[in-house]
């Protein structure tokens, strides 16, 4: 039998705060509610949701920053709360966008500080930090000082100082965050080399496409719950048999926006802004004829171009999460 290397039980998380700075009020913050999945080994594993959706607050439970307020997880077998220790040596962890790099330090000093933080060996040291500029694809840039290091470079010595104690799970929480399409490019390529040195990695981004070009499969998270699980085709096969339009307008006002959301059969509508023009993203059901009632719903704004296009991993998210009412 396989047994799965993470696992999350019915994990809940409530974060308690206070408003106020005179009449402090008490509030309670669901952030987790009720979140299971397994990973397998090997496996890249997508967490996709809206900002505040709860991915962040997940991870932190499985890699023991954070008490789970019920539920269970383990990795490799460890319950994350009564075996913290045995999982923390076995894991790694990075978050995007993240500090803690000494500036005026090679890449290479930086590997070596935190080698010996981990306590690593001297020859040990030497041969695992060679293993992982040449993962992290920064072999040969690794004695030039990090302050001149771009930020996709800084991300793969994060993941780089990550995965130094050789861990078997590693957790990215968005990891291209940031970082310019020609490096998020190589920053994957960094991660897919990751699963290939046999390691089970955890992954959250924004991303679409870098989700769907890279991970196994893929749980969407929306108000603290799974809302919807599976390979990426599998998700995708949510929209599958509806069209997507997209039209370029120019000047269309919210209150036509607002009525051809509710012209029935338009599954969802998005807006987004661009320099002279909105480009609106209509997902329906195939078939529907929609193209030639624009003309009458949008009356007033002046159209451009309009194409019709098969659905992606994005649209599938979107409408995942307006059903689960974001
Ligand atoms: N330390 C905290 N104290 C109180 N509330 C918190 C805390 N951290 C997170 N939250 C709340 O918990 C919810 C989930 O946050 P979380 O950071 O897990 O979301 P996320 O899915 O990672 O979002 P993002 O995509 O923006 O990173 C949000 O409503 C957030 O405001
Ligand atoms: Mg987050």
């Known amino acids: 039998m396989v047994t799965a290397v993470v696992e999350a039980i019915d994990l809940h998380r409530t974060y308690r705060t206070t408003t106020g700075t005179f009449r402090r009020r008490s509030l309670e913050v669901e952030a987790v509610r009720g979140v299971s999945f397994e990973i397998a080994e090997g496996e890249l594993f997508g967490l996709l949701g809206p900002n505040g959706a709860g991915k962040t607050t997940t991870i932190k439970m499985l890699i023991t920053l954070l008490l789970p307020t019920a539920g269970d997880a383990r990795v490799l077998g460890y ?27 090679s890449g290479l000093d930086n590997l070596k500080y935190f080698a010996e933080l ?8 030497r041969v695992r930090i060679d293993e992982v500029l040449e993962l992290v694809g920064l072999k040969g840039r690794e004695s030039e000082r990090v302050e001149g290091y771009s930020r996709g470079m800084r991300q793969r010595l994060h993941i780089a100082r990550g995965i130094l104690h050789d861990p078997e799970v590693v957790f990215l929480d968005e990891p291209t965050i940031g970082v310019d399409p020609v490096g998020a490019r190589s920053l994957r390529a960094t991660i897919a080399a990751l699963v290939e040195a046999g390691k089970t990695v955890l992954l959250t981004t924004h991303y679409m496409f870098e989700a769907d070009s890279l991970c196994d499969r893929l749980a969407v998270i929306a108000r603290g719950r799974i809302v919807a699980e599976g390979t990426p085709a599998a998700l995708k096969e949510h929209v599958a048999d509806s069209t997507v339009v997209e039209v ?19 599954t969802s509508v998005s807006v987004e802004e661009r320099e002279q023009a909105q480009l609106l ?30 659905p992606t991993l994005e649209d599938a998210y979107v409408a995942l999460v307006t059903e689960a009412g974001e």
């Open 79 to 105: 319950d994350v709360v009564h075996d913290a220790r045995e999982v923390r040596k076995r894991i790694g962890y990075v978050f995007g966008g993240e500090r803690g790099l000494y500036e005026r330090l």
């Open 118 to 125: 981990y306590g690593l060996s001297g020859k040990r040291q």
């Open 248 to 266: 370029e307008v120019f000047g269309v006002e919210e209150a036509d926006v607002a009525r051809l959301r509710h012209l029935p059969g338009v």
């Open 281 to 310: 993203t209509i997902q329906s059901p195939r078939g529907l004829e929609l193209t030639r009632q624009l003309h009458g719903f949008l009356d007033g704004a002046r159209i451009g171009r309009i194409a019709a296009r098969e």
